[in-house]
């Protein structure tokens, strides 16, 4: 079984020490950073904008993988792109045209993401697994930190496996809520290739220990 990326949740880190957080995340051996886009409607906090995400893009060298909790996803795709996004993930709950949406980060240049909450059934995105890169399935109701996985929620992810291979698509599968080192190996074997990590590993005193453990890599001693 191939080892999946790891995506640590800046959402996670103290925001006055960003510069020493964007090392670290490269420095464990995580090959995306996570940034957490909340408005205060989709969800009831309030992170950061495309401002955030443009002046963090030189401190590391990993992939930028933007998820949006907002509605009105579609005004700000194009303040993302230009703020070195890389992968731009919004939530089909707030969308009604997200076809339209998908096609223009894609237009943009970027990678386009939809993301579902626990609620939501895999069905409702079956119509666009066509046109998406990354599947992002809320393991948590979106909105907060350090919550717990539902584990149900995993077998959407197999179910998604199962149509990508039915289908001969090719997105990621990623997953975004409790994630630790007693969830990953549950997760790693339903067939995700990203692992959303935000307590779990901002709160780990050896990084890279932690990023190899959830990757379920042999810890380095
Ligand atoms: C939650 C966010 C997550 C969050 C995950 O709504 O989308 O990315 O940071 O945090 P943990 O890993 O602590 O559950
Ligand atoms: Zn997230």
Not at 55 to 65: S, V
Request: aromatic fraction near 6%; hydrophobic fraction near 45%; charge should be negative.
């Amino acid at each position: 079984m191939k080892a999946p990326i790891l995506a640590p949740s800046v959402l996670a880190a103290n925001f006055t020490q960003m510069t020493d957080v964007m090392g670290q995340i490269e420095a464990s051996g995580a090959e995306w950073t996570h940034l957490d886009v909340m408005d205060g409607v989709f969800v009831p906090d309030l992170t950061f904008g495309a401002k955030m995400v443009a002046d963090l893009r030189p401190l590391n060298r990993t992939i930028f993988d933007v998820h949006l909790m907002t509605v009105n996803p579609e005004k700000q795709i194009e303040s993302f792109a230009r703020a070195g996004a890389d992968y731009i993930t919004f939530h089909h709950e707030a969308v009604v045209h997200v076809h339209r949406v998908l096609t223009s980060i894609k237009g943009l240049g970027k990678k386009a993401g939809i993301s579902i909450v626990p609620s939501t059934a895999v069905n409702v995105i079956e119509e666009v697994l066509p046109f998406v890169d990354l599947v992002l399935v809320m393991t948590v109701n979106p909105g907060y930190g350090g919550q717990k996985l539902i584990p149900q929620c995993l077998e959407k992810v197999k179910r998604l496996t199962h149509l990508r291979e039915e289908k001969g698509y090719s997105f990621l599968i990623s997953i975004d809520g409790g994630v630790n080192p007693d969830t990953a190996p549950e997760a790693r074997n339903a067939g995700v290739d990203v692992l959303v990590a935000g307590d779990a590993f901002f709160k780990a005193p050896d990084k890279a220990a932690m990023a190899a453990l959830l990757k379920g890599c042999q810890v380095k001693t």
